[in-house]
Nanobody, 125 residues
Framework: QVQLVESGGGLVQAGGSLSFSCAASGRTFGSYIMGWFRQALGKEREFVAAISRRGGSTVYADSVKGRFTISRDNAKNAVYLHMNSLKPEDTAVYYC??????????????????WGQGTQVTVSS
């Protein structure tokens, strides 16, 4: 089992940048595909980005491609999300998640086994 704790959310103006980190407990962090999801008020949770176990493969939602970067450091049991050129529509609670999926990097929330508590990002116009 792994516990995930996000940090680094906050308020930023449109066009600005913000970075998150997600710290994971346990000794098997490298066994998990890691992902970031978000949920805006009144909307369903949506996929943002995911990274393979060793970090060699990444996948992004079309809405964030070219603006967001996911990375991981298995030695530090951490995954990161760096966001540039933020837009008001990026406002949401952001969650990191861990998946034991055997099918590779996955974008489906249902394939993720563990979730963090979420951190709020608010982008003002």
């Amino acid at each position: 089992q792994v516990q995930l704790v996000e940090s680094g959310g906050g308020l930023v103006q449109a066009g600005g940048s913000l970075s998150f980190s997600c710290a994971a407990s346990g000794r098997t962090f490298g066994s998990y595909i890691m992902g970031w999801f978000r949920q805006a008020l009144g909307k369903e949770r949506e996929f943002v980005a995911a990274i393979s176990r060793r970090g060699g493969s990444t996948v992004y939602a079309d809405s964030v491609k070219g603006r967001f970067t996911i990375s991981r450091d298995n030695a530090k049991n951490a995954v990161y999300l760096h966001m540039n050129s933020l837009k008001p529509e990026d406002t949401a609670v952001y969650y990191c998640a861990a998946s034991l999926s055997l099918t590779g990097v996955t974008t489906k929330g249902s394939t993720y086994d563990y979730w963090g508590q979420g951190t709020q990002v608010t982008v003002s116009s």
